[in-house]
């Protein structure tokens, strides 16, 4: 099943982000990415009687380096 709008998929912001390892001295060579997604206005919806709505969001692990075009 697919979450979102693919029509305006590609204006939504867009970020990229290295994970890297905090603590040296462990042997998991892992470290933590964590995301918080928003909703705009949603007091000012909730007080016109809408609840919350669906988040979509898609996370991709890049395995060669990003080419950013400006």
């Given at each position: 099943m697919s979450c979102g709008n693919s029509e305006t998929f590609w204006t939504n912001p867009q970020y990229s982000v290295e994970?890297?390892?905090?603590?040296?001295?462990?042997?998991?060579?892992?470290?933590?990415?964590?995301i918080a997604l928003m909703q705009k206005e949603r007091r000012k919806k909730k007080f016109e009687g809408l609840d919350l709505l669906t988040i979509g969001y898609s996370i991709y692990k890049v395995t060669r380096p990003l080419v950013h075009c400006v």
């Open positions: 994970v890297v390892d905090p603590d040296e001295e462990d042997d998991d060579n892992t470290g933590t990415l964590i």
